[in-house]
């Protein structure tokens, strides 16, 4: 069923018209951005999937706010599927879709901005961020994403870390707060179109296996090639790419600006929150290349 927050009243973006947001999808970064906004007097609706299509047609109706978390199915976008003509047809005047930069398939490390062509394996999220776009919709494209329970540190607390040898593979990440915090801000802006939102150091997972190693004290795990990693489908494919992901647009358009730059600054956060580890050394400074 839907979760509604009373108070609605407070918060105020165009005129006087009061904000009410339908979130799809509240998982581990939908949920917390429906919180933030709560924090700040809005009224939201969360839709999962058994939440009853009455119940989600009755908030559609009255949502001026639409944020849609939740992924593709097969090749196409299970929202716009069951209520995007409801949506087209509603009082909604702001529309959101949590999207991937997976949809840049494989840049062979180099950087990608939101003018990149769309390329890759993942069909349907490649359909999902179009069919958004194509409404009008803001549509976030996000990188791997790691925060509080899910994060380099505790993948190796578990025994389950890995080190690939593929000293030239970079990938990009973002704390699930600055994915928060971006979208605040694009809400604020009102804000359509395409933009990456990443950190400002892309980095090859290893160093952050080693970050993560070195924060809890304990020795990295064995150096493997690919093929001795016994690592699923999913994962290799994860290593089929190597991309850098710019995120300029964001900070000059929305003035978002990452709280956590680099994943030493992440981590950091993370244990400082459950363990007595120093964080007294700052974290490195982000690459001066990042565009």
């Known amino acids: 069923m839907f ?15 009061l904000s009410f947001l339908l979130l799809f999808g509240p998982g581990y970064t939908g949920s917390r951005i429906a919180d933030a906004l709560r924090a700040e007097g809005w009224g939201v609706a969360t839709a999962g999937r058994a939440t009853p299509a009455p119940d989600v047609r009755a ?3 009255r949502a001026s706010h ?4 939740a992924p593709p199915e097969g090749e196409g976008d299970p929202v716009l599927a069951a209520y995007g003509d409801a949506i087209a047809q509603g009082p909604t005047r702001w529309l959101g879709y949590l999207s991937s930069t997976g949809v840049y398939g494989d840049s062979h ?6 003018s990149a062509p769309i390329a890759g394996r993942r069909g349907g999220r490649i359909a999902a961020d179009g069919a958004w776009l194509a409404r009008g919709a803001c549509v976030l494209r996000l990188p791997g994403i790691y925060g509080p329970g899910r994060s380099a540190l505790d993948r190796v607390a578990a025994g389950k870390a890995h080190r ?5 593979q970079v990938f990009s990440r ?5 994915i928060v915090s971006a979208a605040c801000a694009a809400i604020a802006s009102n804000a359509s179109g395409a933009w990456n939102i990443a950190d400002d150091l892309p980095a090859p997972q290893n160093a952050v296996i080693e970050e993560a190693c070195a924060l809890l004290n304990v020795p990295p795990p064995a150096l493997l090639t690919l093929e001795a990693a016994g690592l699923s489908p999913a994962a290799r494919a994860f290593y089929g790419e190597n991309r850098r992901v710019a995120n300029g647009k964001a900070k000059r358009l929305l003035g978002w600006q990452p709280r956590f730059p680099d994943y030493r600054a992440g ?11 120093s964080t007294s050394t700052p974290p490195a400074i982000a690459s001066a290349d990042q565009r």
């Open 66 to 69: 639409v944020l849609s978390c």
């Open 59 to 61: 908030a559609i109706a």
């Open 267 to 277: 981590l950091r956060a993370l244990i400082a929150k459950t363990s007595p580890i």
């Open 174 to 178: 973002v704390h699930v707060d600055d």
């Open 109 to 114: 490390g180099g950087w990608v901005d939101e």
């Open 164 to 168: 690939i040898d593929l000293p030239e």
């Open 3 to 17: 979760r509604r927050q009373t108070g609605e009243q407070v918060h105020e973006t165009r005129g006087k018209r």
